[in-house]
């Protein structure tokens, strides 16, 4: 008696990834909103200029020429030239990868220590709420500038102190968000039933509750980046921040502005507008992020 092989039946179509589901969103998102599609524009410019910027300058952006010294814009040099007769276009161009770093350093460090303990002390509550309640009142008992420049001038006008002073004062938003969202969440459905399927708090509160919250947590990433880079170019603008010779778009302003009485406008102009634009374009990046990766949005 022969037997029959059993005959596999087809596959059934395979459904759309959610991820692709996510770029199938934000694409239709860019299309329908010319605003969000213009800051994400803007924000491939940026990072092109902070990866790539150094390579692609026309000058070296820390030699000087004191024969060139305050020429105006011209072919030559398109944003003119400074005190020192340094090319002020290469100097904006690579001034954008230490701001970028800075903003994107301080903000990484701030979601993960004020994020994670804001959804500790909204997920376990008692001590652990009273303890992250009373560091986040603390801290915004201050004039949030004004700590910064006191963590700065204690601990130094370093790179990594600037990230550190950024982060510190950030920290009460993203653990108070943290903190509701995690609150609303610890007694969901979802979370009951990976406690009864035997995961362990920790478990739940990094595998289950903290993926729930990224989305409002990306969107408050994308909005604090604009006040890192304001945060950082204010402190170089005092004097607290980067040291010179160093690119930075507050050092040029503040250099830039003594000339502005005299008539060279330009010097502290281009570095203004760089800042401005960075802050304009993470700012209005929030909004489109919020449209892309909140899951309540998509149709």
Same mark, same amino acid.
Not at 59 to 84: E, I, N, V, Y
Not at 108 to 128: D, E, N
């Given at each position: ?139 915004? !008992?201050?004039?949030? $500038?004004? %700590? ?5 001038? #204690?601990? @130094? *006008?370093?790179?990594? +102190?600037?990230?550190?002073?950024? !982060?510190?004062?950030? $920290?009460? %938003? ?5 903190? #509701?969202? @995690? *609150?609303?969440?610890? +007694?969901?459905?979802?979370?009951? !039933? ?106």
């Amino acid at each position: 008696m022969s037997s029959v092989a059993p005959v596999a039946e087809p596959a059934a179509p395979a459904r759309a990834s959610g991820l692709a589901a996510m770029f199938e969103h934000a694409r239709y998102v860019l299309g329908e909103n010319r605003v969000t599609a213009f800051a994400f524009a803007l924000l491939l410019l940026i990072v092109f200029a902070a990866l790539l910027g150094p390579f692609v300058v026309p000058h070296d952006p820390l030699a000087s020429d004191t024969a060139a010294a305050l020429k105006a814009p011209s072919a030559a040099h398109w944003f003119g030239t400074d005190q020192l007769g340094r090319d002020i276009f290469s100097r904006v161009i690579v001034a954008t990868r230490l701001d970028c770093f800075i903003a994107v350093s301080s903000v990484a460090l701030v979601f993960l220590l004020g994020g994670l303990a804001g959804i500790a002390a909204g997920y376990f509550g008692g001590w652990t709420d009273r303890i992250v309640g009373r560091i986040a009142d603390t801290i915004m !008992a201050f004039p949030l $500038f004004v %700590l910064a420049m006191g963590i700065v001038a #204690a601990l @130094g *006008n370093t790179v990594q +102190n600037i990230i550190i002073a950024t !982060a510190i004062v950030n $920290f009460p %938003l993203y653990a108070r968000v943290a903190r #509701a969202e @995690g *609150n609303v969440r610890r +007694n969901a459905g979802f979370v009951q !039933a990976a406690r009864l399927s035997g995961n362990g708090e920790f478990r739940i509160l990094l595998v289950h509750i903290l993926p729930n919250i990224m989305p409002i947590m990306i969107v408050q990433m994308s909005l604090t980046m604009g006040y890192a880079i304001l945060n950082a170019a204010g402190l170089s603008f005092i004097g607290l921040g980067v040291c010179p010779p160093t690119a930075e778009w507050g050092i040029m302003v503040a250099e830039g502005a003594s000339f502005m009485v005299s008539g060279e406008w330009w010097i502290a102009l281009f570095p203004g507008l760089a800042l401005m634009l960075a802050v304009f374009c993470f700012n209005l990046l929030g909004d489109g992020l919020r449209d892309i990766v909140d899951p309540q949005r998509r149709t």
